[in-house]
């Protein structure tokens, strides 16, 4: 009894006694925090006392699209902590393979009669317009997505406007060869679902800003899928500063010395597609997450080239470990912890009848600079061509 009641009142935050009086049904305790004791019980496995089995217990989904990046472990974590402190129970919905499916996840959600959904991760997500219909709230984490298409999807019968992709053509090939896909920015916003995200824009001038004044000229850029929000935020940015180059000259300065890749969000994506990036001869490369960054590492190291001297990688997270990696790795470092609290403050106020403004919160990264980035150094490098490059498949 005395474990148990330690380790309720170390999750919620409150004393042993206080624990005691909600489990004994005694009076003296607030109803906020009566209810993360029971929270806490049912989430540490125990079981309920007799008297108190009918509360019912509000359910919060988590929905990640994996568990292999560590960002969102991290992300589930603080996040849940902060839904149990407030008297929820988090339910982890994680994409599996030959596991549920996201719609599979929402329905089951719905009939736990949910009291709200946290989505994770930039995949647009077929599950939203139902969500909104039904009016359970939700909350964005870094998961933007177009408004339009859910639009249309609720209201099929009307001729909805919904945004076109923008395509980004390189002047020098045919056309029809695109160095990427971006959506017209007003698809970056989601009316109806609050949302709190990093600053992809942000990110990409600093680490941009970082590589320039060491000196590098070719600088290239690794992100997620075409269809990954953040990514197309990140890639939208990138374009843009390397259109200023260009529009600044200088040697080694232009629209062709500043490539773009695809990647699968792995170890393996971020190889291949680097192994490709590296041909045109880049000096430094910024990826979209950590997992990447390594992969870039390991393409690097397999063409006989060294981390920073021959190839400057900037990684975006920052990781569990991200310092001990070899070399510890200089990234972009998301506000996790204030990140996920703000989502679960916006998600209980939608719960508890507050309707918040549908804006996106925008939290700053921060560039921690370690040992994978350094000067230029000279050495022979080929002609280069503004292209995409894209890995539908992990390296072999």
């Not at 089995?53 to 969102?72: D, K, M, S, Y």
């Not at 009291?115 to 933007?144: H, K, W």
Request: include cysteine; proline fraction near 7%.
């Amino acid at each position: 009894m005395t474990r148990r009641l330690a380790e309720v009142a170390k999750r919620v935050g409150v004393s042993e006694a206080t624990v005691s009086r909600v489990l004994n049904g005694k009076p003296g305790v607030s109803d906020s925090t009566r209810q993360a004791v029971l929270t806490a019980l049912d989430v540490l496995g125990y079981e309920r006392p007799t008297q108190l089995r009918g509360v019912r217990a509000r359910l919060v989904g988590l929905v990640l699209p994996e568990l292999q990046n560590p960002i969102f472990p991290a992300l589930a974590e603080v996040a849940g902590g902060a839904l149990v402190q407030l008297g929820f129970t988090p339910v982890l919905c994680t994409r599996t393979a030959g596991g549920l499916t996201e719609a599979e996840y929402v329905t089951m959600l719905l009939d736990q009669q949910v009291s709200g959904v946290i989505f994770c991760g930039g995949l647009s997500s077929d599950e939203y317009g139902t969500l909104l219909q039904r009016g359970v709230p939700v909350v964005l984490l870094n998961a933007a997505v177009d408004y339009a298409a859910v639009q249309a999807e609720l209201f099929a019968d009307r001729s909805a406007a919904v945004v076109q992709d923008q395509s980004v053509r390189d002047p020098g090939r045919p056309a029809g060869h695109l160095v990427g896909r971006r959506p017209n920015h007003r698809s970056f916003r989601t009316p109806g679902f609050p949302q709190v995200s990093t600053d992809d824009v942000a990110a990409v001038q600093q680490a941009y800003a970082h590589l320039t004044s060491l000196g590098h000229t070719r600088i290239g850029l690794m992100v997620g899928p075409a269809d990954h929000t953040p990514s197309l935020r990140k890639a939208a940015a990138f374009t843009t500063l390397a259109r200023q180059s260009a529009t600044g000259g200088g040697t080694g300065t232009g629209p062709g010395t500043h490539p773009i890749g695809h990647a699968l969000f792995s170890f393996e994506g971020g190889q291949a597609v680097a192994t490709e990036l590296l041909t045109t001869g880049i000096t430094a490369l910024i990826c979209g997450s950590d997992i990447l960054a390594l992969g870039a590492v390991r393409a690097a190291r397999r063409q006989g080239l060294t981390v920073p001297h021959d190839l400057s990688v900037v990684g975006y997270d920052d990781s569990a470990f991200m310092n001990y990696t070899d070399p510890p790795l200089t990234t972009l470092r998301q506000p996790i912890e204030a990140m996920s609290r703000a989502a679960v403050t916006l998600l209980a106020n939608q719960i508890n009848g507050t309707n918040p403004i549908p804006k996106e919160l925008l939290h700053e990264p921060e560039l921690v600079v370690r040992h994978s980035t350094a000067p230029r150094r000279n050495r022979a490098l080929p002609p280069m061509g503004l292209h995409a490059v894209t890995a539908d498949r992990p390296a072999g």
